[in-house]
């Protein structure tokens, strides 16, 4: 049996689009032959009770993401 990999559709720092908004790639992971990535999204305004992390980061399949165009 012989196991083939894709090369990842999106690369670092290119901008994405998804359900619920856009964002910018920041890593990539293959996991069973499929593409994960971090896109980091642009923050809003902070809120009162302030920021608590990475509450812009969010991990989406390959299949939920397209490329935005600026």
């Given amino acids: 049996m012989v196991a083939v990999m894709t090369m990842p559709r999106f ?20 996991d069973s032959g499929r593409w994960s990535y971090l896109v980091e999204m642009e923050m809003g305004e902070e809120p009162e009770m302030g920021r608590i992390g990475f509450e812009t980061m969010i991990l989406l399949p390959e299949t939920d ?6």
Avoid at 65 to 70: G, P, Q, R, T
């Fill in 65 to 70: 993401l397209e490329e935005a165009w600026s």
């Fill in 11 to 30: 690369s670092p720092d290119q901008f994405v689009r998804f359900i619920g908004g856009e964002g910018k790639v920041r890593k990539s992971h293959a």
